[in-house]
């Protein structure tokens, strides 16, 4: 409790405790040495004193106990008087060496108690008011008698409780002068530390790190001080450290910031250009598409148009003879069988050509528009080839279609043409060498309501590090030959965005590429749209 | 009857050594028992017996007194012996500063060379003044059986004083036989006088 007390109080209030404990204890400790000794010398010394007066009484009584003249043993013993704390002195002579038998008595008056018939002497003297003491009385060798003296003690007394007295005057004097020194000394200890610890609060209350606390003396508090001081000054630096590196950070930030919008504007720009290009390829192989078209019409609208003129110059021929009346019947005959013939031709060659252009229409629609809807898989395929066949024709490559003609989604056709026609460019400019011969297949089935395309060539196939930038926008390996690089990129953002499906390739040198798309085969999602 | 009550019995009425009653009888048997004046007799030299062996302990001789040194202190008695075996008993066994104390009895003074204490009895009274002065210069204490050897010079003489045996010292004889006495025996002497032998 008092040592909880002690740890809770202050640094003043233990310094003050401090010293008015130890001089307190010291004072304590001396006092009771002194008193103790005292207490010691005073008795010895009573004792001494007791003892020499005892021995020459007895040395002057010896005549007269040897003498049996008790008179003059009085007369010694009333010497005594000179002596007031000896209230009683008794002579014994003694008849053998246990019994002794009363000789003379002296008694300072009639107060105290007569003497004994047996006197014992104390052996030590320690809280009694009376000090009572046995003494043989010798002549030469023999022990003639015994002399007993009770003497009081109030004077041992009194001069120990004089000394107790001087000790609490002392003790008190220490305890203010204690408190004194303690005051005194707080100047030096606590006063410093004080001020130290009311800095230290300033400091931490106001972040001012230039605050100094001033050092009073050189001892270990001055070190204390001189430490903490330094310690202000290192954390003041580093303070100022810190400032101009989070300053130093903002401008870093703000510049990176500036730079990561300049990167997003740059990023922005190229998306845009990217597009455009797409936009541009797109055009580029409907402009492909389109001279393929002239390029199929052209043969039946020749056809039509040699028919139309040996038509013309025999017609012409016929009509001059028939002018000329030289026209035979057979040769009539062979107009009319020319004619018939003719317009044989004309007519299954325009109906070719109104052919093509009917599917050709199909395909470059749905090539420039985004319209979904439901069309057949296999002839959609298959006019998709048709309108390659400009392409392939100059190649000996064949084209198989594996699909049930029954098979039906509800997608969008040209997106599907695109990346059948990309792929199929890519196969013919990529996988095989002109005049190669190969086979690229294309197996189309239902699973579900997913429809699973599988488009594969025979060609030379592709190193694992093309596999995986295959998909990249402007990855290619014919970038001077005219390749641009958005192909295959294009074909994956189609299926990915427009169709919603998934595309994966896989592709070994020598082994040719097989091409897999998972699309949606549309049936759910038919009433969203439509 | 006072005497012994002296020497026996404290006066103070707690000592317990004898009862009451027992010292009622003594004086009375003391009182008017036949035997009782002999006893009287004998209880004064007894007393008178152990005075002489105390004045050994506080004279003291000239150290060319003694032969050797250990020669006996001899206790001489001129006359009548009134001790009996008294003053035998007393002394057996004692010395005084290595002398063994001895007791011999004596015819006539030139015997008492060698005496270092001669007691002159009452019978010897009529030629005590003979004895003493032919002991002149001589280191002997003589002591005198009662107080008219005060007179005939004795250095030391017996006297009864209320029953009680006390005595005389004649210092001025004393230092003629070049005796030193104890101021202390001096302090109990009942008197002392200076009277130097003529």
Redesign the interface.
């Given at each position: 409790m008092i040592l909880h007390r002690f740890y809770h109080s202050s640094i003043s209030e233990k310094l003050m405790i401090s010293v008015v404990a130890t001089s307190g204890m010291a004072v304590l400790l001396a006092s009771i040495a002194f008193v103790g000794y005292q207490w010691n010398s005073t008795r010895s010394s009573i004792a001494q004193n007791l003892d020499s007066t005892m021995s020459i009484i007895g040395f002057?009584s010896?005549?007269?106990i040897?003498?049996?003249?008790?008179l003059?043993a009085e007369q010694t013993l009333s010497a005594l008087r000179a002596q007031p704390q000896i209230n009683l002195a008794c002579i014994y002579t003694a008849l053998d060496a246990d019994?002794t038998?009363?000789?003379s008595?002296y008694r300072r008056d009639a107060n105290y108690a007569?003497?004994p018939?047996q006197p014992k002497g104390d052996k030590l003297l320690l809280m009694s008011s009376l000090l009572t003491r046995l003494k043989p009385i010798s002549?030469?060798t023999d022990v003639i008698g015994f002399l007993y003296v009770e003497r009081a003690l109030d004077d041992f007394w009194r001069s120990i409780l004089g000394y107790l007295l001087a000790i609490i005057v002392a003790m008190l004097g220490s305890f203010f002068i204690a408190i004194g020194m303690g005051r005194f000394m707080q100047n030096f200890i606590s006063r410093p530390i004080l001020n130290l610890a009311s800095t230290t609060q300033e400091v931490s209350e106001s972040k001012d790190f230039s605050i100094r606390v001033a050092k009073g003396s050189d001892d270990e508090i001055g070190r204390l001080i001189d430490n903490f001081n330094d310690m202000l000054a290192q954390i003041g630096n580093r303070e100022q450290a810190l400032q101009e590196a989070r300053a130093e950070l903002e401008v870093r930030v703000s510049e990176t910031d500036k730079a990561n919008a300049e990167l997003k504007t740059t990023l922005e720009r190229l998306r845009h250009t990217q597009e455009q290009l797409v936009q541009t390829e797109k055009m580029a192989s409907l402009g492909g598409l389109v001279a393929g078209i002239a390029h199929e019409i052209n043969t039946p609208i020749g056809v039509g148009v040699t028919a139309a003129s040996t038509l013309m110059t025999k017609t012409a021929s016929v009509s001059e003879d028939y002018d000329a009346k030289s026209l035979t019947d057979s040769g009539l005959r062979r107009y009319i069988e020319l004619a018939s013939q003719s317009a044989q031709i004309i007519l299954s060659n325009l109906n070719r050509a109104s052919e093509l252009i009917q599917s050709f229409k199909q395909v470059a629609v749905d090539q420039s528009s985004s319209e979904r809807r439901r069309f057949q898989v296999k002839p959609y395929l298959h006019e998709i080839m048709l309108s390659l066949r400009p392409n392939l024709k100059k190649t000996p490559l064949h084209v198989e279609i594996e699909c049930d003609d029954r098979l039906e989604i509800n997608s969008y056709p040209g997106a599907l043409a695109q990346i059948i026609t990309n792929l199929v460019m890519n196969s013919l400019i990529h996988a095989y060498e002109p005049n190669q011969e190969g086979t690229i297949r294309i197996t189309v089935e239902q699973r579900g309501n997913k429809v699973h395309l599988r488009y594969s060539d025979d060609g030379k196939g592709m190193p694992p590090d093309h596999v995986t930038r295959v998909f990249d926008p402007f990855f290619t390996t014919k970038r001077g030959t005219g390749g641009s690089g958005l192909g295959m990129h294009i074909v994956f953002n189609l299926v990915n965005q427009q169709l919603g499906g998934t595309v994966t390739l896989q592709s070994e040198v020598g082994k040719g590429t097989q091409v897999d798309l998972v699309i949606p085969a549309g049936e759910e999602r038919k009433d969203e749209n439509h | 009857m006072a005497l012994r009550m002296?020497?026996a019995q404290?006066?103070?009425q707690?000592?317990?050594?004898r009862p009451a009653w027992h010292v009622a009888l003594f004086c009375w048997l003391a009182l008017y028992w036949p035997a009782a004046e002999a006893d009287q007799h004998n209880l004064e030299y007894r007393?008178k017996a152990a005075?002489l062996y105390?004045f050994t302990?506080?004279v003291e001789w000239p150290p060319n007194a003694y032969a050797s040194a250990d020669a006996p202190l001899e206790i001489c008695i001129i006359g009548n012996d009134p001790f009996g075996r008294q003053l035998d008993q007393t002394v057996e066994g004692k010395s005084?500063n290595g002398h063994p104390l001895t007791i011999r009895r004596i015819r006539q003074s030139s015997d008492a060379d060698s005496c270092k204490l001669l007691f002159i009895s009452t019978s010897e009274q009529p030629r005590a003044r003979d004895v003493i002065y032919a002991l002149r210069g001589k280191p002997v204490l003589t002591v005198g059986d009662n107080s008219d050897f005060i007179s005939h010079g004795a250095i030391v003489s017996f006297l009864l004083v209320d029953g009680?045996?006390?005595?005389t010292i004649n210092q001025g004889a004393a230092e003629q036989a070049r005796l030193t006495i104890?101021s202390?025996?001096l302090?109990?002497a009942h008197s002392v006088v200076r009277e130097p032998l003529q």
């Open positions: 002057n010896t005549a007269a040897s003498f049996n003249d008790a003059a019994r038998v009363y000789f008595g007569p003497c018939i002549l030469h | 002296k020497l404290p006066t103070r707690h000592q317990p050594t007393v005075f105390n302990r506080f005084s009680k045996v006390r005595f104890s202390k025996l302090g109990v």
